[in-house]
C-alpha cells in the first residue's frame, strides 16, 4: 500500500467499522435463518426465557449448537442474557420482528435461495443474459410469501382500503377484481375472505405459483369465490375487471409497457388499477438509504436477472419510480395517477383509472 500517507485515517476507521457491521449482518441474517427454522425464536417468544440446556430440550435439539446459537445473537444483541441465572431472553419488542410468521424471517429465508442461484448470476454478469424465476427454490417462493405477507395480512385490509374508501365499498357491494402477478395468491385470499360478495381472479406467469394459490383459497374456504389462471399478463388479460390489483410485479416484467397496456385494455371504463410498487427515486443520488441496499440486492439476485432472462427490460426492483410510473401511464392513455398516502418505508400505493 505505497499511497496509504494520503487516505484519511479517520474516514478509513469509520468505514472498517461499517464494513465489519455489515459483515457482522451477514452472519447475523445466517443466524436469523437457523432461529426461525429451529423455532428458536418462537419458543424463547411463547415459552419464555432459558439456559441453553433448557431451551435445547424444549425443542429437542443439540445443546452445544444452541448454546453457541444463543450466544452469538446476544453479541449482536438481539438476545439479552443474564450471568447470575445463565438464561436467554428474546425482548418482545425484538419478538415483534423475529418471532413472528411474516415479516424480516422470510427475508432471510428468500436469501437463503439467493445463494442456491449465485452460479447461475455470476455467470450472466459474465455472458448477460439472467436466472429465470423457475430456477428458485421453495425457500424463495416461501420467504416472499412471508416477507410480504404482513402487507396482506394487515396492511392492506387495515390501513390502505380505510383510505380508498369508494373501492371498500365496491368490495362490500360485490365487483369482479384481478390480481395480476399473484403469486402463491396471498392477496387474494385475504381479500375474497373479506369481501365474499366480490368475484377474484388472480394471474401469474407461473404455473407452480398457481397451484399454490388453488390449494391456499381451498384451505382458506375462498374456492367459491376466487378463481387462479396461468397467464403471460403482458400479452393480454382475459375478461374485463372493476379493480385490478398489481403488487410488487411490473418493475419485473419482461416487458412493463405490456404489462401496463394489457391492464389497461382490461379494466371497465369506470374501473379502478391499484398498482404498488417500489419506493425509490429515479436519481440514484437519492437512494442512499437504509433500505436501498436490500432492493438493489435483491434486484440483482431476482427482479432485474430474472427479466433479463426472458430478454426483458430488467428494470430492477428500483427500476420502476413515480416519474416513471407517470411516463408509462401517460403513454399509455390512462387518464388519472394518484398516490395514496400510505406509510411504508418499502413502497408506493398508486390509484390509477383507465
Ligand atoms: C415479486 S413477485 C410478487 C408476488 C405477489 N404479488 C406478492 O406481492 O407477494 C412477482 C410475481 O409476478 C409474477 N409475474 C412476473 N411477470 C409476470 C407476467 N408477465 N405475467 C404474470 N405474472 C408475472 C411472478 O411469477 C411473481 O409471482
Redesign the pocket.
Known sequence: MSNNKELNTRKLTAFSMKVLGDMGGTFIGMMCYIGDRMGLFKTLSTDGPGTSREIASRLGINERYTREWLSSLTSAKYLEYDPSTKKFTLPPEHAELLAQEYGVCGGYQQVSAFWDVMDKVLDSFKNGGGVS?SSYNDDFWKG??RF?GS?FEDLLINQWLPLLPEIREDLNRGIKVA??????G??IVKLASEFPNSIFTG????EP?ISTALSKAYKAGVSSNTNFKQ????KGIPEKYDLITV???IH???NPKG?LIAIKDALKPKGVFLLLDMKCSDKLEENITPIAPIMYGISVMY?MTQSLSQGGEGLGSMGLPPSKVRELCKEIGFSEVKEIPIKSPFNILYSIKP
Not at 390480481?179 to 402463491?184: E, F, L, N
Not at 394471474?203 to 407461473?206: G, M, P
Not at 397467464?231 to 403482458?234: H, R, S, V, W, Y
Open positions: 424465476s416472499l410469501e410480504t402487507m390480481d395480476v402477478g399473484c403469486g402463491s396471498k392477496a394471474y401469474d406467469i407461473l405459483n397467464i403471460d399478463a403482458t403488487f410488487d410485479v419485473d416484467m419482461a404489462g427482479c
